[in-house]
């Protein structure tokens, strides 16, 4: 059956499908540990599973995780044989999770892209063929303590026989030499697929990255670089920095001396102008694609800058726990973007957002098939690999079905959460905020937020909250750019912003401070992911963090800091 239509049969017969993959994973794993330990005694049925087993956070699965972790090969979470662990990123959230992924995973990450290759194809069948510019990266893995190998997910998938299979296959369909993939060295990757992206750029008809800001990170590269990789391609040399010797050897057969190609790129790299450089060096490229919601959507506008508006599309969304979902309207515009759950890849169930209090009453949870349209829920997910009722942290809305299937809006990560009296403020707030204020104060003077960061500073009496920004100039221009008046302008727009219960404890309590503004050096941000690079964190999948609650990451913001703002008064709030 072709992919599509297997797609159409599960959207439409939602339920069954979910009824089916639990009965499946409930069976399969019915001798497993954690299934006898909450007394499931082989029952299969919704019922039982929804009144026995409990919803948990990764705190309460740990101690089973760490005997996984030490060794232990009893079926603790899952009858199926282990294969690996792997490491969540871990930026988005804060938190760094080891989780188990057993065998027939990768099988289903493999459905996974081949629904959204047969959609891409069919939503691009009139686009031109060629070649796609994929910037990816993977980490040298490591071991527990007792030997068992630790993977990021994308390192997991790029090093799977499922992947290397179609290896031959993949030089013909993108530019990048899988050696450059497999290496761990982030300026040997990031160069070689560079290098092999503009020896060959007018194959190329899509530039692509796991996320935006992936995408935006290699634009920078090219900045940076431009004139060494133009001087490689003149020659049909390898820089001398690039001391792998399988990427030496993929590239020398792509490269030829190409001075016609080396005068292009200098001319367009050094022009002085970097708006719509992705058109210009890339000009049969056809559209963008990366994951560009949730909190990479801070990167869309400087991506549409580099590409002088090529679409965007954000196609998949998905996490090491487990894969959710794909966005059926590839071409859609990035505020209308949608996932659909794939109903076969796990059981999925909903906490409803607006009853905090009652979140672990397993009885509250709502199935796919059963979630309201226009509500926000908490996703929880039950796997193969031995996640049972699990919370995964995204806020998700529902927008839209797709026959049977509702349709997600990723609304945030619900852990992300600033607070320091009764109010909380979400990622989203946090992100809705920011933008509004860029857009009142910084985008008419040229400028821009290029990152941030927050903090609840209680060191203060009373606490307040502080957001780091580092600001990027669209223009050279700096004419009637005011800093301390328009950040502290800034500073007000997002408190105005910010929800009813902030504003009565900021201004009728008087229990939080005025907003602070920190002015970071530009490249803080980038010290910050090579911060958490060096502890382990993937590039790949590295996301900024909203929120920074560790010592260390609020010292490298803190000694980077060029300017601080308050609010000039409290924001507007009546009783
Ligand atoms: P990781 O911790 O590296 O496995 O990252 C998984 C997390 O990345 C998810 O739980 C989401 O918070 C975020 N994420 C993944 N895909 C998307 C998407 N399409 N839109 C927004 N956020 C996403």
């Not at 992100?431 to 290029?450: D, G, S, Y």
Request: with cysteine; glycine share 6%.
């Amino acid at each position: 059956m072709e992919m599509w239509e297997l797609m159409e049969e599960m959207t439409n017969n939602i339920d069954g499908e979910q009824e089916k993959v639990l009965a499946d994973i409930l069976s399969l794993n019915a001798h497993t540990e954690y299934l006898q330990r909450h007394g499931l005694a082989g029952n299969t049925d919704r019922e039982s599973f929804k009144t026995r087993l409990p919803v948990v956070s990764y705190e309460d699965i740990r101690p089973d995780i760490q005997r996984i972790a030490g060794g232990d090969r009893s079926p603790i979470l899952s009858a199926l044989p282990l294969s690996h662990l792997l490491c969540s990123s871990g930026t988005s959230g804060g938190e760094k999770k080891l989780l188990p992924l057993v065998e027939g995973d990768l099988d289903r990450v493999e459905m996974f892209w081949r629904v959204m290759d047969s959609l891409m194809n069919w939503h691009g069948s009139g686009l031109k063929q060629g070649k796609t510019l994929k910037f990816i990266h993977v980490r040298k893995e490591c071991e527990t303590g007792a030997g068992i190998a630790v993977r990021y997910l994308l390192t997991s998938w790029y090093k799977s026989g499922h992947f290397l299979s179609k290896h031959h296959h993949y030089s013909t369909t993108h530019t990048s030499p899988v050696a450059s993939i497999h290496c761990t060295d982030t300026f040997q990757s990031t160069y070689s697929q560079l290098l092999a992206g503009l020896a060959d750029r007018l194959s190329v008809v899509q530039l692509s990255a796991t996320f935006a800001l992936g995408l935006l990170q290699a634009i920078r590269f090219l900045e940076r670089h431009y004139l060494d990789l133009a001087m490689d391609i003149e020659k049909g040399t390898v820089d001398p920095r690039i001391t792998d010797k399988d990427i030496r050897a993929a590239l020398e057969t792509r490269l030829t001396p190409d001075p016609e190609n080396a005068t292009h790129i200098r001319k367009e790299c050094g022009c002085g102008q970097w708006k719509g450089i992705i058109r210009r060096i890339w000009p049969n490229a056809q559209y963008l694609e990366a994951v560009a919601t949730g909190s990479m959507s801070l990167y869309v506008p400087v991506l549409e800058f580099y590409s002088d508006g090529l679409p965007l599309v954000s196609l998949a969304y998905a996490s090491s726990e487990c894969f959710f979902g794909i966005n059926l309207n590839p071409f859609c515009k990035l505020e209308d973007v949608t996932y659909t759950i794939i109903p076969n890849l796990a059981y999925f169930e909903f906490l409803p957002v607006e009853s905090p209090e009652n979140c672990l009453q397993p009885a509250e949870l709502v199935n796919l098939a059963d979630v309201q349209m226009g509500k926000e829920y908490e996703i929880v997910v039950t796997t193969y690999s031995g996640l049972y009722r699990y919370r995964v942290g995204d806020i998700l809305r529902v927008v839209s079905f797709y026959n049977k299937a509702p349709q997600f809006k990723f609304v945030c990560r619900g852990n992300v959460v600033l607070s320091i009296d009764i109010e909380k403020t979400s990622e989203a707030d946090l992100q809705n905020a920011v933008a509004a204020a860029e857009a009142a104060h910084l985008i008419p003077h040229n400028t821009r937020v290029a990152e941030f960061t927050s903090y609840a500073d209680t060191s203060t009496t009373p606490g307040h909250y502080v957001i780091y920004w580092e600001l990027s100039r669209t223009t050279d221009q700096t004419e009637g750019f005011s800093a301390d008046y328009l950040i502290g302008q800034c500073c007000l727009a997002i408190e105005e912003s910010f929800d009813a219960t902030y504003k009565e404890v900021r201004v009728y309590d008087r229990s939080i401070g005025p907003l602070e503004i920190k002015v970071v050096k530009n490249g803080t941000f980038d010290r910050l992911m090579d911060f958490a690079v060096s502890n382990g964190a993937s590039v790949a999948q590295y996301k900024p963090p909203r929120c920074v609650k560790s010592d260390s990451l609020l010292q490298i913001l803190d000694a980077a800091v060029v300017s601080a703002h308050f609010s000039p008064r409290p924001p507007s709030w009546s009783k």
